[in-house]
């Protein structure tokens, strides 16, 4: 097998688009989209200052992350190396473009299915350049098998100092720049004027570093460059995902509250054990789905992901997850139904297991999405558990004030418990300092644009029903409705909190 890759001189590349056009016109690439691109920085200051022009494209990774999270190998690797795509495969899951660190994935607005640079796998097979390197009037662009010393471009990578970008995900790219300023190769190391950039408008999805478009920066520290031209990469998660964070937690927590009453001697009860509880996990398992599905660009093509499945991604580990939990919760369902109480003492333990798996999982999924350092952090799984331990009491809280749930307290303790464990957990998680890419995140999700979401989750979702639950504890009085509120507002709280970790994870931009 060949081992394929680029050399990209910048130092002979003149910023001329030749190569972007000659892509968009050789794979009918629609407006708004590139699977190549050049970039523009400005250095230095008057009147010593320059332009420098770097392309942009898919890195051809020896390590792919997108191949691995691709829940249906609809990205793979050809016989010649090159990193390849199958449209009839894609689901449209939008994954990879948060696995890839160098943003070099798109949806495509006339196939909904991801697309990127293959190296123009279709003319390498027949033996015939790529038609960037074709076009390009200074030779800049330079294609060959890197374990041919005797190539042009293995020759080149060895007689000159050449980078490659963003070399600390270890995903050992095998596109090489040769003459590139480091600061067009990390973004982190650019922001974009006030004033925007040449020859495009910017907006609020264009985000810049380290603050938002079209105000005046608060925190220049790292930024030697400014961008004068780029391409825009909107956010490719949104809401969809905040909401299934969310009603899988309400899932998976409330038979883990289940499994706890079961526990404390109560699997007799019939209405609130045997059927409530594993019929709202249920439901929320159902809303789950319908999520998962509706945020796909391709959802008629859903059951791919069982038979076409790819087992290094968790999207695939987590539907057998969540079909896990499915299957024992009806059986809970039916137990229940029949009244079969030896039965569902049985099932406990299970239902505590799968529930736990169907909260956490997605941290295992998150970890996967490599160009979003910020989901990387090891307190997510321990966050996620956390949040079902308090959706779950919540949800039983909520139950209360139409029938009634034996050891009240006991779900009160459990709400004051998660909510103290995702206070301590999320003030860890805005002092640790990892990665710039992770310190710019967490400043956009604390202090910037984010900030009112997640500051907001905090107070509805944690403070104030930790202060109801504590009144209700130790109240000799029933106070139903109060430990009911602070339920609602920490399932609120939860949804803001979620949505600016979401948001946040992708405000950072990687190229």
Same mark, same amino acid.
């Not at 991801?114 to 350049?129: F, I, P, T």
């Given at each position: 097998?060949?081992?394929?890759?680029?050399?990209?001189?910048?130092?002979?590349?003149?910023?001329?688009?030749?190569?972007?056009?000659?892509?968009?016109?050789?794979?009918?690439?629609?407006?708004?989209?590139?699977?190549?691109?050049?970039?523009?920085?400005?250095?230095?200051?008057?009147?010593?200052?320059?332009?420098?022009?770097?392309?942009?494209?898919?890195?051809?990774?020896?390590?792919?992350?997108?191949?691995?999270? #691709?829940?249906?190998?609809?990205?793979?690797?050809?016989?010649?190396?090159?990193?390849?795509?199958?449209?009839?495969?894609?689901?449209? #899951?939008?994954? #990879? +473009?948060?696995?890839?660190?160098?943003?070099?994935?798109?949806?495509?607005?006339?196939?909904?299915?991801?697309?990127?640079?293959?190296?123009?796998?279709?003319?390498?097979?027949?033996?015939?350049?790529?038609?960037?390197?074709?076009?390009?009037?200074?030779?800049?662009?330079?294609?060959?098998?890197?374990?041919?010393?005797?190539?042009?471009?293995?020759?080149?990578?060895?007689?000159?100092?050449?980078?490659?970008?963003?070399?600390?995900?270890?995903?050992?790219?095998?596109?090489?720049?040769?003459?590139?300023?480091?600061?067009?190769?990390?973004?982190?190391?650019?922001?974009?004027?006030?004033?925007?950039?040449? !020859?495009?408008?910017?907006?609020?999805?264009?985000?810049?570093?380290?603050?938002?478009?079209?105000?005046?920066?608060?925190?220049?520290?790292?930024?030697?460059?400014?961008?004068?031209?780029?391409?825009?990469?909107?956010?490719?998660?949104?809401?969809?995902?905040?909401?299934?964070?969310?009603?899988?937690?309400?899932?998976?927590?409330?038979?883990?509250?289940?499994?706890?009453?079961?526990?404390?001697?109560?699997?007799?009860?019939?209405?609130?054990?045997?059927?409530?509880?594993?019929?709202?996990?249920?439901?929320?398992?159902?809303?789950?789905?319908?999520?998962?599905?509706?945020?796909?660009?391709?959802?008629?093509?859903?059951?791919?992901?069982?038979?076409?499945?790819?087992?290094?991604? !968790?999207?695939?580990?987590?539907?057998?997850?969540?079909?896990?939990?499915?299957?024992?919760?009806?059986?809970?369902?039916?137990?229940?139904?029949?009244?079969?109480?030896?039965?569902?003492?049985?099932?406990?333990?299970?239902?505590?297991?799968?529930?736990?798996?169907?909260?956490?999982?997605?941290?295992?999924?998150?970890?996967?999405?490599?160009?979003?350092?910020? !989901?990387?952090?090891?307190?997510?799984?321990?966050?996620?558990?956390?949040?079902?331990?308090?959706?779950?009491?919540?949800?039983?809280?909520?139950?209360?004030?139409?029938?009634?749930?034996?050891?009240?307290?006991?779900?009160?303790?459990?709400?004051?418990?998660?909510?103290?464990?995702? +206070?301590?957990?999320? !003030?860890?998680?805005?002092?640790?300092?990892?990665?710039?890419?992770?310190?710019?995140?967490?400043?956009?999700?604390?202090?910037?644009?984010?900030?009112?979401?997640?500051?907001?989750?905090?107070?509805?979702?944690?403070?104030?029903?930790?202060?109801?639950?504590?009144?209700?504890?130790?109240?000799?009085?029933?106070?139903?409705?109060?430990?009911?509120?602070?339920?609602?507002?920490?399932?609120?709280? +939860?949804?803001?909190?979620?949505?600016?970790?979401?948001?946040?994870?992708?405000?950072?931009?990687?190229?």
């Amino acid at each position: 097998m060949t081992k394929l890759g680029f050399l990209l001189d910048s130092d002979n590349c003149i910023g001329c688009h030749a190569c972007t056009v000659a892509c968009k016109s050789e794979h009918d690439v629609p407006l708004g989209v590139n699977r190549t691109w050049v970039k523009y920085i400005e250095t230095g200051t008057f009147p010593d200052v320059a332009r420098k022009f770097n392309v942009m494209r898919c890195n051809q990774c020896e390590d792919a992350p997108c191949m691995a999270i #691709c829940p249906t190998s609809a990205l793979f690797r050809a016989d010649n190396g090159v990193v390849d795509f199958q449209d009839d495969d894609c689901i449209g #899951c939008k994954s #990879c +473009m948060n696995a890839c660190p160098y943003d070099a994935l798109y949806i495509n607005p006339e196939t909904n299915t991801a697309h990127k640079c293959n190296m123009c796998n279709h003319r390498l097979e027949q033996n015939l350049e790529p038609s960037c390197q074709i076009v390009c009037p200074t030779e800049a662009i330079i294609i060959g098998d890197l374990d041919d010393p005797t190539s042009k471009i293995s020759q080149m990578i060895s007689r000159n100092d050449v980078a490659v970008r963003s070399p600390e995900q270890n995903t050992k790219p095998k596109v090489f720049y040769k003459g590139a300023d480091q600061a067009a190769l990390d973004p982190t190391r650019t922001a974009i004027a006030n004033d925007g950039m040449i !020859w495009a408008d910017t907006t609020d999805q264009h985000p810049s570093v380290p603050v938002t478009l079209g105000k005046k920066p608060t925190d220049m520290d790292g930024v030697v460059a400014r961008t004068a031209y780029t391409t825009k990469h909107k956010p490719t998660w949104g809401q969809m995902v905040s909401g299934y964070l969310v009603t899988k937690a309400i899932a998976g927590g409330t038979m883990l509250i289940a499994a706890l009453m079961v526990l404390l001697g109560h699997a007799d009860a019939q209405g609130t054990v045997g059927i409530m509880a594993p019929l709202v996990g249920l439901v929320f398992l159902g809303i789950t789905g319908a999520l998962l599905i509706l945020d796909l660009k391709q959802p008629t093509r859903f059951y791919y992901l069982l038979t076409k499945g790819n087992w290094t991604s !968790w999207l695939v580990k987590g539907a057998y997850v969540l079909m896990a939990f499915a299957a024992v919760s009806s059986v809970w369902f039916l137990a229940g139904l029949l009244e079969a109480d030896g039965l569902i003492e049985i099932l406990a333990i299970p239902a505590a297991i799968t529930g736990l798996a169907t909260a956490g999982y997605t941290a295992f999924l998150f970890a996967q999405c490599e160009g979003r350092d910020l !989901w990387q952090t090891p307190l997510l799984l321990p966050m996620l558990l956390a949040r079902a331990v308090t959706a779950g009491a919540a949800t039983w809280l909520i139950f209360d004030l139409f029938m009634d749930v034996p050891e009240s307290d006991a779900v009160l303790w459990a709400l004051i418990g998660g909510v103290v464990a995702v +206070m301590a957990l999320s !003030w860890m998680e805005t002092v640790s300092h990892g990665s710039r890419h992770v310190e710019i995140a967490v400043h956009n999700m604390v202090k910037g644009e984010h900030g009112s979401l997640f500051w907001g989750g905090l107070f509805l979702g944690c403070a104030l029903p930790f202060i109801l639950a504590v009144i209700a504890v130790a109240s000799s009085s029933d106070l139903t409705a109060l430990g009911a509120l602070g339920g609602v507002l920490a399932l609120i709280g +939860m949804f803001l909190s979620e949505t600016a970790f979401v948001r946040a994870g992708q405000s950072v931009p990687l190229s």
